[in-house]
T-cell receptor, first 108, second 113 residues
Framework: DAKTTQPNSMESNEEEPVHLPCNHSTISGTDYIHWYRQLPSQGPEYVIHGLTSNVNNRMASLAIAEDRKSSTLILHRATLRDAAVYYCINGGSEKLVFGKGTKLTVNP | SAVISQKPSRDICQRGTSLTIQCQVDSQVTMMFWYRQQPGQSLTLIATANQGSEATYESGFVIDKFPISRPNLTFSTLTVSNMSPEDSSIYLC??????????FGPGTRLTVT
């Protein structure tokens, strides 16, 4: 599976938008871009995934660069409950290869 | 979506012993996965458990150390054998949902003394 690069940590203020970047310059044409998050003391939770087009769901939006070498997870209005480690993963839906992720801190 | 439960939620074991972790899903699924998360680290896939066939192990993980059973489409077990302190980790199972998302259990926190 292709490797991804994410910042180790980011901070946001409550009720502000958050843009979490991910670089995946070696992504193959058939690899999906998945985002998961892991809240403290819990298993990972699916956030969103996409292939080429931007995607929206009730949790977040996923913006995918035209060349697919990078993507951005957008939380439109951060809450304290969004504090977690966010993982960007390339590949199929089965063998997820987790990197170190971005630890998001949300300040009240 | 799928709801996954794991037993036990945590355990403290002595080195040299074995622990079997159970994973129960509320719906029938073809593939189940077992992951390990060492302290302060990310998740690493141990193996894929398919019903009716041998589990498929990732590089660095072997059946003798982590035997897996998959007796039906809603249940799987992972055994951590001959444990050492290096096996202290959180062990998680997961399944794939209908549209590519994976659902994870809450994890089993294992401490080996």
């Amino acid at each position: 599976d292709a490797k991804t690069t994410q910042p180790n940590s980011m901070e946001s203020n409550e009720e502000e938008p958050v843009h979490l970047p991910c670089n995946h310059s070696t992504i193959s044409g058939t690899d999906y871009i998945h985002w998961y998050r892991q809240l403290p003391s819990q298993g990972p939770e699916y956030v969103i995934h996409g292939l080429t087009s931007n995607v929206n769901n009730r949790m977040a939006s996923l913006a995918i660069a035209e060349d697919r070498k990078s993507s951005t997870l957008i939380l439109h209005r951060a809450t304290l409950r969004d504090a977690a480690v966010y993982y960007c993963i390339n590949g199929g839906s089965e063998k997820l290869v987790f990197g170190k992720g971005t630890k998001l801190t949300v300040n009240p | 979506s799928a709801v996954i439960s794991q037993k036990p939620s945590r355990d403290i074991c002595q080195r040299g012993t074995s622990l079997t972790i159970q994973c129960q899903v509320d719906s029938q699924v073809t593939m189940m996965f077992w992951y390990r998360q060492q302290p302060g680290q990310s998740l690493t896939l141990i193996a894929t458990a398919n019903q009716g066939s041998e589990a498929t192990y990732e590089s660095g993980f072997v059946i003798d150390k982590f035997p897996i059973s998959r007796p039906n489409l809603t249940f799987s077990t992972l055994t951590v054998s001959n444990m050492s302190p290096e096996d202290s980790s959180i062990y998680l199972c997961s399944v794939v949902g209908g549209t590519y998302e994976q659902y994870f259990g809450p994890g089993t926190r294992l401490t080996v003394t």
